[in-house]
């Protein structure tokens, strides 16, 4: 599921990608608007489908009575579609943010703006399910609730020594390739503005910033402890 994602998404940039270069960056893509907000639209409510199956899934695996090398199955199952429900939903989040974005500053159409926010909320209320769905899929064990303070802390701490490796060498990953992502895109924005002469200044100080604070985060982070 990851790796279709990845492909996907890498597809797409290398596609826009090759339009602007071969355009000198001039490319207008206000005629593609539409749409790329009813492709997204269609994406999210895949998405969003493919969600409520391994959502079902998972509540049913948690209901099977099992022991031994089984129950050792179903658990790392139950956690292999528990990632992939997480991934799909914040997947269709961010699509749905990028759908409204899309709408407002492109047609303006009222329908898509509400499509989106529509999307927005079941996406949301996907999201805050995900936690509860912890505790379904493992009731032995004592899952913080998202309000409570120091969440992520609690929820490490519950975690054992070979589910918090696992973890913190996804969150270094991510963070990596966050920062790196972050970079390229200041850089390509820094040459669509050169090329076409609207500026993209706001976007790069927004980009700039936002990498500014996760590198003090995360220094500050690693140097307290």
């Known amino acids: 599921m990851k790796q279709v994602i990845f492909i996907l998404l890498s597809a797409a940039v290398g596609f826009f990608t090759s339009i602007l270069v071969l355009k000198g960056f001039k490319y207008d893509f206000s005629h593609l608007a ?24 998972i509540k049913n695996l948690s209901r099977k009575e099992v022991e031994g090398d089984e129950e050792d199955e179903v658990d790392v199952l139950i956690y292999k579609k ?10 269709s989040l961010i699509l749905s943010i990028l759908v409204m974005c899309a709408a407002i500053t492109t047609t303006l159409q009222l329908i898509y703006i509400v ?64 920062t790196t992502a972050l970079i390229i895109g200041i850089v390509l924005a820094a040459l669509y503005s050169l090329s076409s ?9 927004i980009m700039s910033l936002v990498l500014l604070m996760t590198h003090g985060k995360y220094s500050m982070a690693i140097r307290n402890k």
């Open 115 to 178: 499509l989106g926010i529509v999307a927005l909320i079941i996406s949301f209320l996907f999201s805050i399910r995900s936690v509860q769905l912890l505790k379904v899929a493992y009731p032995d064990r004592n899952i913080p609730s998202t309000s409570e303070k120091n969440f992520a802390e609690k929820l490490l701490a519950i975690s054992d020594e070979g589910e918090r490796h696992v973890l913190l060498i996804g969150l270094y990953k991510s963070y990596f390739l966050f």
């Open 34 to 57: 539409e749409p790329f907000q009813i492709g997204l639209l269609i994406s999210i409510l895949i998405l969003l489908f493919i969600s409520f199956v391994k959502y079902t899934q």
């Open 82 to 91: 528990y990632t992939d429900f997480s991934l799909l939903v914040q997947s």
């Open 197 to 205: 002469g609207n500026s993209q200044l706001f976007s790069i100080i």
